[in-house]
């Protein structure tokens, strides 16, 4: 694949264990997310299609995800989870057919977030769309919600829906590491859309896109194709999301966090995420089978748990490789500290270890510790192959809950 990896004043923190130096997004001028991103030796910039209200972005303080950075600002709820479609139904006929069925299908599911920073001033909008009518659960992408200056502390949400009713929204939790939110309203007569099994739309299947692109233009309609899928797309140059949705449909800034629809189903296979801004055609969405994930957990437990390790470390760079006699090439990260009494240490984790693969997966840019950590859970037993002193050696650590 295509080498991704990125610099920006936005970064995200850390997953799954401590960065040796944190790093801090700036309070201002994040341009909506904006991010560098390098591929193939080319730049390119990804636009997290966010929109700003009066120059101010949303955003979050970094911190480190050993001690769990998604947050949750509403109570835990009972829920039997998001229903997910098991097959899709039969398409109708013709492409004009298949996009204005869709669109008067899932319309009504849609909304416009309004974020409102603790003074009570609008800072930001995105979209969003109901996947629970019963209990009023709206799920949308953490950087549509998140607050830079605040952390969240004080900031509070409306939803406005197609038929221009606004209503208050509650956030539940927030996953920054999927870039997955779910909020909550108390309305009645919603309507849900329907997660498709992201694993079954066809590359080259029709798609729409709905949201309320520069805060401004609510309700908007776009189409495209699949145009390629499982993309892995480095959000910051900690947070590489996976299992995304490539399309060609175009989305623009405030069309964050609205459905892609597969439109011959009717169905939503993705939450509009990025874009490409210095191409044309290229966007990507966090695939519906992730959102179903994620949401259940925020909805369930009002944050999303991974698992803990325990370590500070850095990238090991061709210099330290050099003094300490490794073969040219040698890549991975430098254990800098363990924290007493982790899962890390329990394994017999050493400072100055250096941790080369997880579940025989290298660690490098493409795959930092944080991505290839994001899938577990407390309890999840992972393999690490390391080199201590020389020698290649392979040492299971079992995850733990993070310190609170």
Same mark, same amino acid.
């Given at each position: 694949?295509?080498?991704?990896?990125?610099?920006?004043?936005?970064?995200?923190?850390?997953?799954g264990a +401590?960065?040796?130096?944190?790093?801090?997004?700036?309070q +201002?001028?994040?341009?909506? $997310?904006?991010?560098?991103?390098?591929?193939?030796?080319r730049?390119?910039a990804?636009?997290?299609?966010?929109?700003l209200?009066?120059g101010i972005?949303?955003?979050a303080?970094?911190?480190?995800l050993?001690?769990?950075?998604? =947050?949750?600002?509403g109570?835990?709820a009972?829920?039997?989870?998001?229903?997910?479609?098991?097959?899709?139904?039969?398409?109708?006929?013709?492409?004009?057919?298949?996009?204005?069925?869709?669109?008067?299908?899932?319309?009504?599911?849609?909304?416009?977030?309004i974020?409102?920073?603790?003074?009570?001033?609008?800072? *930001? *909008?995105?979209? &969003?769309?109901?996947?629970?009518?019963g209990n009023?659960?709206?799920?949308?992408?953490?950087?549509?919600?998140e607050?830079?200056?605040t952390?969240?502390? &004080?900031a *509070?949400f409306?939803?406005?829906?197609?038929?221009?009713?606004k209503? *208050?929204?509650?956030?539940?939790?927030?996953?920054?590491?999927?870039d997955?939110?779910?909020m %909550?309203v108390?309305? %009645?007569?919603?309507?849900?859309?329907?997660l498709?099994?992201?694993?079954?739309?066809?590359v080259g299947?029709? !798609?729409?896109?709905?949201?309320?692109?520069?805060? =401004?233009? %609510?309700? !908007?309609?776009?189409?495209?194709?699949?145009s390629a899928?499982?993309?892995?797309?480095? =959000?910051?140059?900690?947070?590489?999301?996976?299992?995304?949705?490539q399309?060609? /449909?175009?989305?623009?800034?405030g069309?964050?966090?609205?459905?892609?629809?597969?439109a011959?189903?009717?169905q939503?296979? &993705?939450?509009?995420?990025l874009?490409?801004?210095?191409?044309? $055609?290229?966007?990507?969405?966090?695939?519906?089978?992730?959102?179903?994930?994620?949401?259940?957990?925020?909805?369930?437990?009002?944050?999303?748990?991974?698992g803990?390790?325990?370590?500070?470390y850095?990238p090991?760079?061709?210099?330290?490789?050099?003094?300490?006699?490794?073969p040219?090439?040698?890549?991975?990260?430098?254990?800098?500290?363990?924290?007493? $009494?982790?899962?890390?240490?329990?394994?017999g984790? %050493?400072?100055?270890?250096?941790?080369?693969?997880?579940n025989?997966?290298v660690v490098?840019?493409?795959?930092p510790?944080?991505?290839?950590?994001?899938?577990n +859970?407390p $309890?999840d037993?992972v393999?690490?192959?390391?080199?201590? /002193?020389?020698k =290649?050696?392979?040492v299971?650590?079992t995850? &733990?809950?993070?310190?609170?």
């Amino acid at each position: 694949m295509a080498r991704w990896s990125s610099r920006t004043p936005c970064d995200r923190p850390l997953a799954g264990a +401590r960065p040796r130096q944190p790093r801090t997004r700036k309070q +201002r001028g994040c341009l909506a $997310g904006s991010t560098r991103v390098v591929s193939g030796g080319r730049a390119a910039a990804l636009l997290l299609v966010g929109v700003l209200i009066g120059g101010i972005s949303g955003g979050a303080t970094a911190t480190y995800l050993t001690r769990r950075a998604d =947050e949750s600002t509403g109570q835990p709820a009972t829920s039997a989870g998001i229903p997910i479609a098991s097959a899709p139904p039969a398409a109708s006929g013709g492409v004009d057919g298949e996009i204005v069925g869709a669109v008067q299908d899932l319309l009504p599911s849609v909304v416009t977030i309004i974020n409102y920073a603790a003074n009570g001033q609008p800072q *930001s *909008s995105g979209s &969003g769309f109901v996947v629970d009518a019963g209990n009023g659960y709206v799920v949308t992408n953490n950087h549509v919600v998140e607050d830079t200056r605040t952390n969240g502390t &004080g900031a *509070s949400f409306d939803v406005v829906f197609s038929d221009n009713k606004k209503v *208050s929204a509650k956030l539940v939790g927030r996953d920054p590491f999927t870039d997955i939110a779910v909020m %909550q309203v108390a309305a %009645q007569g919603l309507k849900a859309a329907t997660l498709a099994n992201s694993d079954n739309v066809p590359v080259g299947a029709l !798609t729409v896109a709905i949201g309320s692109p520069l805060g =401004e233009f %609510q309700n !908007t309609v776009t189409h495209g194709i699949v145009s390629a899928k499982g993309r892995r797309v480095a =959000e910051t140059s900690q947070v590489i999301l996976e299992d995304l949705i490539q399309t060609d /449909a175009p989305i623009n800034p405030g069309n964050s966090g609205g459905p892609l629809l597969w439109a011959a189903t009717h169905q939503v296979i &993705g939450v509009n995420t990025l874009g490409v801004t210095q191409a044309t $055609g290229i966007n990507f969405a966090v695939s519906s089978n992730t959102v179903k994930q994620i949401a259940d957990e925020i909805i369930a437990n009002g944050k999303v748990v991974r698992g803990y390790m325990g370590i500070q470390y850095s990238p090991l760079t061709p210099r330290q490789a050099a003094q300490l006699g490794l073969p040219t090439g040698t890549i991975g990260i430098i254990v800098s500290q363990v924290v007493a $009494g982790s899962p890390a240490e329990q394994a017999g984790i %050493q400072p100055n270890d250096i941790i080369t693969k997880v579940n025989d997966q290298v660690v490098d840019a493409d795959h930092p510790l944080s991505s290839l950590l994001i899938k577990n +859970r407390p $309890g999840d037993k992972v393999k690490l192959t390391l080199i201590r /002193a020389g020698k =290649e050696m392979t040492v299971d650590v079992t995850l &733990g809950q993070p310190p609170q």
